[in-house]
């Protein structure tokens, strides 16, 4: 989970009591300060630890260690504006989702990069929340789409017969042959399958023909 901004300077307030916490890196010593809330989004009091570039990795989850690695040295060089999103295991083993911006600060008389710094703020909650309801949207999409297939595959059974993955069998041949959406033959089948006739069966049957 990375995502790049390197117009983006300032974390933005999430409105939730979030405190940002602040960081500098000495590139000639490799180095951090942090501030006692950067110590705490990473599971450590303040001052516990002395912060470097090994153990800022080291907390990064594995599958966004490379990404990290990869933007800090990019910022060792060029000293741009920099930013990302991305997973850390803190020190007690809790999974956190930090939003990281900083950019660098050039000596003076060699104009080389001789300093990192910007802050780090905890976007777990935030992003845990939209993940949630993402998840309910995806589930009742999944509902919608589903009830009318579920019902059609016992109206499609009942007429012809037969159990309902054979029915359901059946419905996929036909939304194929036909190139007609499945939910919407399931719609058909259900309509016509419900509507109070002494012929509905045959005209279920007509309609997967």
Do not use: C
Request: charged share 30%; net charge neutral.
């Amino acid at each position: 989970m990375s995502v790049e901004n390197p117009a983006a300077l300032h974390p933005v307030s999430l409105g939730d009591g979030t405190t940002p916490g602040q960081f500098r890196v000495d590139l000639a010593t490799d180095v951090w300060w942090w501030s006692p809330e950067t110590y705490r989004l990473h599971g450590f009091e303040p001052g516990e630890v002395v912060p470097t570039t090994s153990l800022v990795l080291a907390h990064k989850h594995p599958d966004d260690r490379d990404r990290v690695r990869d933007l800090l040295e990019r910022a060792r060089v060029d000293g741009e504006p920099f930013s990302s999103m991305h997973r850390i295991m803190d020190a007690r083993g809790a999974e956190r989702v930090l939003v990281l911006v900083g950019h660098g600060r050039r000596d003076r008389d060699t104009g080389r990069v001789v300093e990192l710094m910007g802050s780090f703020v905890d976007v777990t909650v935030a992003v845990r929340d939209r993940a949630e309801q993402q998840a309910e949207r995806d589930i009742a999409a999944a509902a919608r789409s589903r009830g009318p297939i579920e019902q059609a595959k016992g109206v499609v059974a009942a007429a012809l017969g037969v159990g309902t993955e054979q029915a359901f069998g059946l419905l996929k041949r036909v939304s194929n042959d036909r190139n007609v959406r499945l939910r919407e033959l399931a719609r058909r089948v259900v309509e016509e399958g419900t509507t109070p006739s002494p012929d509905r069966a045959r005209r279920v049957v007509s309609l997967l023909r």
